[in-house]
T-cell receptor, first 111, second 115 residues
Framework: SQQGEEDPQALSIQEGENATMNCSYKTSINNLQWYRQNSGRGLVHLILIRSNEREKHSGRLRVTLDTSKKSSSLLITASRAADTASYFCATHPRGGGKLIFGQGTELSVKP | NAGVMQNPRHLVRRRGQEARLRCSPM?????VYWYRQLPEEGLKFMVYLQKENIIDESGMPKERFSAEFPKEGPSILRIQQVVRGDSAAYFC?????????????FGPGTRLTVT
């Protein structure tokens, strides 16, 4: 069963604003990953944060992980119209090779 | 280094026909995963394979679906006697053989339409 849940389901912001997406999960994990999917396309890996890490940065992306609350957030700073896409969190559970995806947050950045 | 390759990109089948989806992992990757994405939903895990072995097929429907990853050649996801509910995007991903980092690299997907 799916365990990742993203919040919000949809987010609409203006270019230049920050976008924050949240993800909750249920079981112990090795790591948590964020992916982006443009409409009708494949997934692009954005960032991976391990279970013993609390925060990670990559360019305009900042990811936090709170294993006590079983939650993660993805922050995109200074958003651009090209950031418009669906964003998915995916957990890699302990002992398993598969990724478990949430339902995604649909981000719309208006120019 | 070419990415994960999937073909065909689009596949149309009539109800009752067979669908064969192919996935070539990235060079050096020995783990392959198949996921299905229904419209407006996230990806759902189907099966995890290594060369000549099925490691985890907990997400595979019990009937009509099968997967293989032979010693030579691409991984194949086979759907027999397709039904309308099989219409979806099927994504393949691959990962390197290390066990610590499980970053998965996704292919562009095969969009199956059953008419």
């Amino acid at each position: 069963s799916q365990q990742g849940e993203e919040d919000p389901q949809a987010l609409s912001i203006q270019e230049g604003e920050n976008a924050t997406m949240n993800c909750s999960y249920k079981t112990s994990i090795n790591n948590l990953q964020w992916y982006r999917q443009n409409s009708g396309r494949g997934l692009v890996h954005l960032i991976l944060i391990r279970s013993n890490e609390r925060e990670k940065h990559s360019g305009r992306l900042r990811v936090t992980l709170d294993t006590s609350k079983k939650s993660s957030s993805l922050l995109i700073t200074a958003s651009r119209a090209a950031d418009t896409a669906s964003y998915f969190c995916a957990t890699h559970p302990r002992g398993g090779g598969k990724l478990i995806f949430g339902q995604g947050t649909e981000l719309s950045v208006k120019p | 280094n070419a990415g994960v390759m999937q073909n065909p990109r689009h596949l149309v089948r009539r109800r009752g026909q067979e669908a064969r989806l192919r996935c070539s992992p990235m060079k050096g990757h020995s783990h392959v995963y198949w996921y299905r994405q229904l419209p407006e939903e996230g990806l759902k895990f189907m099966v995890y394979l290594q060369k000549e072995n099925i490691i985890d097929e907990s997400g595979m429907p019990k009937e009509r679906f099968s997967a293989e990853f032979p010693k030579e050649g691409p991984s194949i996801l086979r759907i027999q006697q397709v039904v309308r509910g099989d219409s979806a995007a099927y994504f393949c991903a691959s990962s390197p053989p290390d066990t610590v980092s499980r970053e998965q690299y996704f292919g562009p997907g095969t969009r199956l339409t059953v008419t």
